[in-house]
C-alpha cells in the first residue's frame, strides 16, 4: 500500500491562492488513481478532483472547476493541487487518495489516505 503525506494548507483570504502537495512512499502512485477530498466541518467527505488511471484525465467538482488544478510529478513521486481564486466555502481539511480502480470519484474506493491538511479562508 502506498503512503501518502499532505502539506502545503494553512490560512488564507478570499481570492488567494494556495498549492497542496501530497507525497507518496512506500509503493509509487504510478498506475493508481488519485484523487482529492475534502471535508468541511459537520459535513460529509466530498470528492474534488481525480486524476484516472484508466484514461490519464482529470475530473473536477464543478464546486472548483476553472480554478483549482491537479497535476502529479512521477519523478518526485508527488502530486500537486494548486487551488486559486480561493473561497471562504472551500474551507475544510483536504485528503489526498489513492485507488486501484481505474477510475472513481466515491471515497469508499480509495484504499490509501493521507492524514489530511486543514484549509481556511477567511472572507
Known amino acids: 500500500q502506498v503512503q501518502l503525506v499532505e502539506s502545503g494548507g494553512g490560512l488564507v483570504q478570499a481570492g488567494g491562492s494556495l498549492r497542496l502537495s501530497c507525497a507518496a512512499s512506500?509503493?509509487?502512485?504510478?498506475?493508481?488513481?488519485m484523487g482529492w477530498f475534502r471535508q468541511a466541518p459537520g459535513k460529509e467527505r466530498e470528492f474534488v478532483v481525480v486524476?484516472?488511471?484508466?484514461?490519464?484525465?482529470?475530473y473536477y467538482a464543478d464546486s472548483v472547476k476553472g480554478r483549482f488544478t491537479i497535476s502529479r510529478v512521477n519523478a518526485e513521486n508527488t502530486v500537486y493541487l494548486q487551488m486559486n481564486s480561493l473561497k471562504p466555502e472551500d474551507t475544510a481539511v483536504y485528503y489526498c487518495?489513492?485507488?486501484?480502480?481505474?477510475?472513481?470519484?466515491?471515497?469508499?474506493?480509495?484504499?490509501?489516505w493521507g492524514q489530511g491538511t486543514q484549509v481556511t479562508v477567511s472572507s
Open positions: 487518495a489513492a485507488s486501484e480502480r481505474s477510475s472513481s470519484f466515491k471515497s469508499v474506493d480509495f484504499g490509501s
Open positions: 512506500g509503493r509509487t502512485f504510478t498506475g493508481k488513481t
Open positions: 486524476f484516472t488511471r484508466s484514461d490519464g484525465w482529470t
